[in-house]
């Protein structure tokens, strides 16, 4: 494709702190390339941590579509941010869309492109639990993305590998890493002291908000804390709450008042970056925290019973549990019991990403759009 002149005009849709905190290095990188120019819209999905995340990267969007509302459903985000995105083009018409990952948000914003013939760009596509109802609706929406976007930035050779098995393959799928790594790397170039958790009693974090681990999943990954801190008297738990009251109501519900357990709000990416790096090992059903683990060498206990990033298992710098009281205790046990275990993942190779994701994805815009 061939521009007649003037600038490559690019937006980012985020709906959510992880997007927020994935987008960022992009659309800073995007914002400083004179070739382009670069739009960051917010949907407000997830409204508050969202503006939280981009603050850190000292990124604001150019406008906020503001469709949160409280105990919002998956119908109301997906027209809001449909008609949203939809009239927002239309006044402010792109060259190219980017997306990101499994939100809704990312779906719905890709369907308004779509619909205008503004070519999508899938920032991480690709990933693949292969499991509709897992993560939900996570999986469902990456895919349907996957189907609507004409640029696909997998993070993996085993993600554009789910896309060719798809037929997506072809010159619009490219290995890129994940700009989450660059994130990473970004918050810990910059980190001083300040940031960073003193040295003290065992701390293990733990963050859960999928889902499918909403009611008895959850009830039962509180239990195995509290039987963890029965048996380590020592031990603490860092839980940062997540906004939606479903998971927090029944959080705080089995494990409030606890000695040794420390409710926060959602923490800020470098204070969140700082207590992984502070934790013993790490509990998640987060598909991002897999990836920033594997980079910061920290074991983790993955609360899913499938992972759409199955290169942490096959490389090791993940162990997959689910909801399974026994197998967290089991694993837990095994780390903080078994110091050469323990110190094993940090030997062990990240598989996604270098840090140098960003760059690849201008550089492949750049070139797409400018040549001859």
């Avoid at 008609?83 to 060259?95: R, S, T």
């Avoid at 499994?102 to 503004?118: I, Q």
């Avoid at 640029?151 to 989450?180: C, S, Y």
């Avoid at 190779?349 to 797409?368: E, L, Q, S, W, Y």
Wanted: negative net charge; aromatic residues 6%; glycine residues 8%.
């Amino acid at each position: 494709m061939t521009r007649q002149g003037g600038k490559i005009r690019v937006a980012c849709v985020v709906g959510t702190r992880p997007e927020a905190i994935k987008m960022a290095p992009l659309t800073l990188a995007l914002r400083r390339d004179p070739a382009f120019e670069a739009r960051l819209l917010a949907s407000g999905q997830h409204a508050d941590m969202l503006i939280q995340a981009l603050a850190h990267f000292g990124v604001e969007p150019d406008a906020n579509l503001s469709v949160m509302r409280e105990r919002q459903t998956l119908d109301h985000i997906t027209v809001a941010v449909l008609e949203g995105v939809g009239d927002w083009l239309d006044a402010n018409p792109q060259d190219l869309l980017l997306v990101h990952g499994d939100t809704t948000t990312a779906l719905a914003a890709a369907l308004a492109g779509f619909y205008r013939k503004t070519p999508v760009g899938h920032v991480e596509a690709g990933l693949r639990s292969h499991d509709m109802s897992r993560p939900f609706p996570e999986e469902a929406n990456r895919a349907l993305t996957d189907r609507l976007a004409s640029f696909h930035f997998a993070p993996t050779p085993l993600a554009a590998e789910n896309l060719q098995a798809e037929g997506i393959g072809g010159k619009g799928v490219f290995v890129t890493g994940n700009t989450v790594i660059d994130a990473l790397f970004w918050t810990l170039a910059r980190a001083d002291k300040s940031e960073r958790l003193e040295e003290g009693a065992p701390l293990v974090l733990l963050t859960a908000h999928r889902r499918e681990s909403w009611g008895k999943p959850l009830e039962e990954i509180c239990a195995a804390v509290r039987d963890l801190l029965e048996r380590h008297v020592g031990l603490h738990f860092l839980i940062p709450l997540h906004k939606n009251p479903q998971v927090r109501d029944t959080i705080t519900k089995a494990l409030g008042g606890r000695p040794r357990v420390a409710f926060t709000e959602p923490l800020d990416y470098p204070d969140f970056v700082a207590a992984m790096n502070r934790s013993v090992f790490i509990m998640s059903d987060s598909g991002g925290v897999q990836e920033e683990a594997s980079a910061l060498k920290k074991p983790l206990l993955i609360l899913r019973e499938v992972s759409e990033r199955p290169e942490a298992l096959d490389l090791g710098t993940g162990v997959l549990v689910g909801a399974n009281r026994g197998r967290i205790e089991r694993e837990a046990n095994r780390l903080l019991e078994d110091a050469a275990y323990r110190g094993s993942f940090a030997e062990r190779t990240c598989p996604f990403g270098d840090g140098n994701a960003t760059a690849r994805i201008v550089a492949i815009i750049k070139n797409h759009f400018t040549e001859v």
